[in-house]
Each structure stands twice: as structure tokens, then as C-alpha cells.
């Protein structure tokens, strides 16, 4: 992405930071889906695992 462009040590290192970005979206876009599906003692659990994700972003 951006490093392809720029060849910089801080662009490589955003692109890094970009994927990783993604990476625990789609993570926590899975963890919300599951959690319409689980029962209630479950979907607590996933909740708490998004909110875990999200506060790493």
C-alpha cells in the first residue's frame, strides 16, 4: 500500500499498523456476528471479548 509509494521506514510501518487495523476489525466483526447467534451467557462473553478488541485499536 503506502510503502509501495513511499519507501520510508514510516510507511512501511503504517502499512503495518493498516493491515493489523483490518485485521482486528474483521476479528471484531466476527466476535458481533457470533454474538446475535449465542445465548445470553455467551453473548456477554463475546461482548466482552469486543470490547477487548476494540480498546487495542
Request: hydrophobic content about 40%; proline content about 0%; some cysteine.
Amino acid at each position: 500500500m503506502l510503502a509501495t509509494i513511499l519507501k520510508s521506514k514510516q510507511a512501511t510501518q503504517t502499512t503495518f499498523l493498516i493491515i493489523e487495523t483490518f485485521a482486528k476489525l474483521r476479528a471484531l466483526q466476527q466476535t458481533v456476528s457470533s454474538a446475535s447467534l449465542a445465548s445470553e451467557d455467551k453473548k456477554n462473553s463475546l461482548l466482552q471479548k469486543a470490547g477487548s478488541l476494540w480498546q487495542t485499536c
